[in-house]
């Protein structure tokens, strides 16, 4: 660990400035890095090697000393230049410039997972985030953000992901269609998640459906999947629904689809 002594830097030092900027998708896209906020996402970056500089309060320092220890470069901040890093309301101290971590497709589908979630048009955040979670916890092997999907750095997605970033593949592609032709060329069926989809949940499950390589597109909260990747899933699948409510949220969707893929692969 390389730490800078003797003094703390402020919102003015032009680290922390050069570091707040990250707060904006054009400056992360052209630099290539973002920020990772709180212990645990600083974790679970500083595992995978992903962190450039750890910016931290003398207080947080020294709750998280092991943490800091395991980082390469630490620079200790004052509260008012922690705050302007974080985009919480009660900032827990730490705030990692990581490097992105992102891999192409063809890259990840050479590992040959056997569970892919692929986030189509998603433009919320924290939905993203939690996809991204929830898909790791289920066991799969890559997320894509396909199509304009929200940014995978964005710090709502971060957070909302609990580390997971770190965790499984993450790709990026703006093009959905070329996607899905490179996972049925991997040998990936391909399974989208539907509130009106001709197949029931329940019913592919029981065929044994799922027992092979799967990726699960999943659409936004607002409009669902484009009419034109529907069409080109190999099967449209719905969650079923046994009480009054009217359909499930995106999150809620995703999970019980990712771990039934889960329960079948296992």
Known sequence: MSRDGGRLFTPRTPRIVAARRLQRRREREQTGCFLAEG???????????????????????????????????????????LAALAETVQPQ??????????????????????????????????NAGTVLRTADAAGAGAVVFAGDAVDPYNGKCVRASAGSLFHVDVVRDRAPDDVLDALR???????????????????????????????????????????DLLAAADRRVRVPIHGAAES??????????????ARALR
Not at 64 to 70: F, G, S, V
Not at 119 to 124: E, N, Q, V
Not at 248 to 261: D, E, F, H, I
Request: proline share 4%; charged share 20%; hydrophobic share 55%.
């Open 185 to 227: 060329a991997g040998g990936v069926q391909v399974l989208a998640a539907t509130g009106h989809g001709a197949d029931d949940l329940d019913d592919v499950l029981d065929a044994g459906d799922l027992a092979r390589p799967t990726a699960w597109l999943f659409g936004s909260e607002a409009h669902g999947l484009p009419a």
């Open 39 to 81: 212990p645990q996402a600083v974790r679970e970056a500083v595992a995978a090697g992903a962190v450039i500089e750890l910016f931290g309060t003398e207080a947080a320092l020294d709750r998280h000393a092991a943490l800091a220890a395991d980082a390469e470069q630490v620079s200790a901040v004052t509260d008012e230049a």
């Open 248 to 261: 499930l949220n995106l999150a809620a969707a995703a999970a019980v689809c990712l771990y039934a893929s």
């Open 93 to 126: 101290g730490l705030v990692a410039v990581c490097r992105h971590v992102d891999i192409g497709l063809r890259e990840a589908l050479a590992k040959r997972p056997r569970l892919i979630a692929v986030a189509a048009d998603i433009r919320d955040p924290g």
